[in-house]
């Protein structure tokens, strides 16, 4: 009993101590004012500091105050899948219910929810699906649109719908919840809405720049974290890089010379945050830091406005961030590391200033964030390849999409590229009418061409093997791991996967291995760590593909497998938009002409087969295709005879083909 008693009480402190935090939140005070706002207004624009609580706070007290009645539930969208995850967890654990219950979340690939759940936090691109299903969102009393400031390409999209929707259903409450940026724009966007502000808690926040240009920002950021934590009073410290490797680098560096420093200096405790991360991993950087250490947190710009880490007193930031950009002519998605906006800036700055007075180490110039950055970020929306946007808008009976309610509508010829593209998969008909195939394509959460080579796997009968091919690459580059200090096991590894026929069979290769491997024998994370494989993104990996599978049947496709033949997979490989066939002078995109090398990881780098067809273009330091699949130019005439004239086709194989590509895979390291 006495161990009991002791449970409970613990539990009960806890439950106390929570109840203390949701009152100390700086929205706490406005409860009374803002459920009147919402009660007379039916679209609300809600202004706050990131980390006053409106994520965590607004739902709670929607539902304390009645809205989930008659079985309606509460809706929150999320731009980033870690915030989604993580804010349902804290929020069931304030309420007190198992996740999954009343308090759930959704995130593309993940259902965390049930029929009981009231409480619904997902990306907003789960909610653009659920627009499918159910077009006036009937079962929702409220839709509350957060983070609304980072202009997503799903929010913005959201916008529009949602806008719509809430003329002709007065009963449904809108929320656009948004960091203090930009609110009069979205005031103005929906019909005058009125604002509601709530003041943050903010401490001052005193900014230091350097004198000159920092030459490698990486090395500027170790440095600048170990001179924080021997000089400055306690205080953890957040760090702004811009992705996955970067991080990683950051913090190898950083255990490096604390080791190298050992006793002479005071713990710290280092902490990655980024969005492949595995959960588990991810809700370390919320634990409380232990007496007499020091917490840094390297995270990417999720830190920036999706999370609120408690404690941060320091922040270092290099000004930079990852960002997607698009060339419609060309039609190659760039994700380039770029200077970020003076909005991003002060938001990263406003971090430190949480819990008590804070500083904000820029390493960069005062004049270059003058002059040299842009006031704010340009929408994903004007900088994205629109082709699911477009077939979602589409199946959803929006046929006139160049005067649809955009806030900031996307150039002219990303939309005409990407009505052409999807004409050319045969989703429109010559009218731009969604297709029967369209509307199946429509169902699958992949991108058009994924779901276009899911669709035609049926015909070849190896639609087994192309899910697989599809999960596969849906986890994108992450299945190999390839660690600084042993290269070279890392690569054999890796050869031992090669099988001929290209990278999409090596990828079925690999998960047809590991589900033997590992999978059967109790998901050995063992199998996968001798094999350099990330057994996480293997996991995430046989997830999605259960859930194509599940959606198979909605769409009515029968699952066959291929039996040893992978001509039928190769000819499948649905990209045939892709193409590209070797030259004279390298390799060149069918249709734009354009140049184009093979990735030094692929395994046909050093092949050079006459025709192929590649995942995506991605550019790094020059114009490389991913995931590289061997074909014959025969085949392209057989699957798009529309698209492809056989003159573009004819073979010159008479001439002499150079055999090396260029650099060698150690040049290009």
């Known amino acids: 009993v006495g161990i009991h008693q002791i449970h409970n009480n613990h539990a009960e402190l806890k439950k106390q101590s929570m109840q203390e935090v949701r009152r100390s939140l700086p929205i706490f005070p406005y409860r009374e004012d803002l459920l009147s706002a919402i009660e007379q207004h039916q679209i609300l624009i809600i202004e706050g500091e990131t980390g006053s609580g409106k994520t965590t706070q607004i739902p709670q007290y929607l539902f304390e105050e009645g809205y989930t009645r008659d079985d309606k539930k509460i809706g929150c969208t999320q731009p980033r899948r870690v915030a989604a995850m993580s804010v349902a967890a804290r929020v069931a654990q ?63 999209i959201l916008f529009g719908l949602i806008k719509d929707i809430a003329r002709f259903r007065a009963d449904l409450k809108v929320l656009v919840a948004s960091a203090t940026l930009d609110t009069e724009r979205f005031s103005r966007f929906f019909d005058d809405a009125p604002v509601f502000r709530i003041p943050g808690r903010r ?6 720049y350097t004198k000159a240009p920092e030459a490698d920002y990486l090395e500027a950021c170790v440095v600048s974290v170990l001179q924080i934590h021997v000089t400055q009073p306690t205080g953890d410290v957040l760090v702004f890089l811009t992705g996955q490797e970067e991080i990683e680098a950051c913090c190898e560096m950083l255990q490096d010379r604390c080791r190298r420093l050992g006793s002479k200096i005071a713990e710290l405790v280092i902490l990655p945050i980024y969005a492949n991360l595995p959960s588990d991993m991810q809700a370390k950087i919320f634990t409380p830091t232990p007496p007499g250490a020091r917490k840094v947190v390297v995270a990417t710009n999720i830190a920036e406005t999706s999370l609120t880490i408690d404690g941060i007193i320091y922040v270092i930031d290099p000004g930079f961030c990852k960002q997607k950009s698009y060339n419609a002519r060309t039609g190659m998605e760039s994700l380039i590391v770029t200077p970020c906006s003076k ?34 970020t340009v929408p994903e929306i004007q900088r994205t390849n629109l082709g699911n946007v477009v077939l979602l808008l589409k199946s959803l009976g929006i046929n006139d999409l160049v005067h649809f309610d955009f806030m900031d509508p996307p150039p002219h010829e990303t939309l005409v590229l990407a009505l052409e593209q999807l004409y050319a ?14 509307r199946r394509m429509a169902e699958l959460p992949v991108d058009p061409m994924l779901s276009k080579m899911i669709l035609a796997s049926e015909q070849y009968k190896c639609s087994n093997e192309v899910l697989t ?35 999409h ?32 993104s293997m996991r995430r990996a046989r997830d999605v593909r259960d859930q194509l599978e599940g959606l198979m049947d909605r769409i009515e496709v029968e699952v ?28 060149k995109t069918v249709k734009h002409q354009q140049t184009v090398f093979v990735h030094p990881n692929s395994s046909l780098f050093e092949e050079l087969p006459r025709w192929i067809i590649y995942h995506e273009l991605v550019f790094t330091t020059k114009e490389f295709m991913r995931q590289v699949i061997e074909i014959e130019s025969s085949w392209l005439l057989e699957v798009a005879p529309h698209y492809y004239k056989s003159k573009e086709l004819e073979d010159n194989s008479n001439k002499k083909m150079p055999r090396k590509q260029g650099k060698t895979k150690e040049e290009l390291g």
Not at 97 to 112: A, H, M, P, Q, T
Not at 203 to 208: N, Q, T
Not at 350 to 360: E, L, M
Not at 472 to 490: C, E, Q, T
Request: aromatic share 12%.
């Open 469 to 503: 091919i599809a999960a596969m690459l849906s986890v994108n580059n992450s299945i190999f791991y390839r660690p600084k200090d042993k290269v070279v096991h890392a690569d054999n590894a890796r050869m031992n996967f090669v099988v001929p026929g290209g990278d």
């Open 425 to 438: 998969l045969g989703a429109l008909n010559h009218l731009g009418e969604l297709t029967k195939l369209g």
């Open 94 to 156: 304030e309420m007190s219910v198992k996740l999954g219950n009343e308090v759930g979340y959704s995130i593309r690939f993940e259902d965390c929810t049930s029929e009981r759940t009231v409480l619904k936090y997902m990306t907003d691109g789960m909610l653009l699906r659920e627009f499918l299903t159910e077009p006036d969102l009937a079962s929702y009393s409220v839709i509350i649109i957060d983070e609304a400031h980072e202009r997503t390409l799903h929010t913005d």
């Open 203 to 208: 401490f001052p926040v005193d900014i230091f």
């Open 505 to 536: 069979l090596v990828l079925l290769n690999v998960y047809n291995q590991v589900h033997a491997g590992a999978f059967k024998s109790g998901y050995s994370t063992q199998w996968c760590y001798e094999n350099f494989i990330q057994f996480r």
């Open 560 to 587: 066959v497998s291929s039996q040893e033949d992978n001509v039928p997979i190769r000819k499948v490989t649905g990209y045939f938009y892709h193409t590209a066939r070797l030259s004279k002078g390298g390799y």
């Open 343 to 376: 909005a991003s800036a002060n938001q990263r700055a406003g971090r430190a200033g949480r819990v008590a007075a804070g500083k904000c180490f820029r390493l960069y110039t005062a004049w270059a964030f003058k002059h040299e950055m842009e006031e704010t």
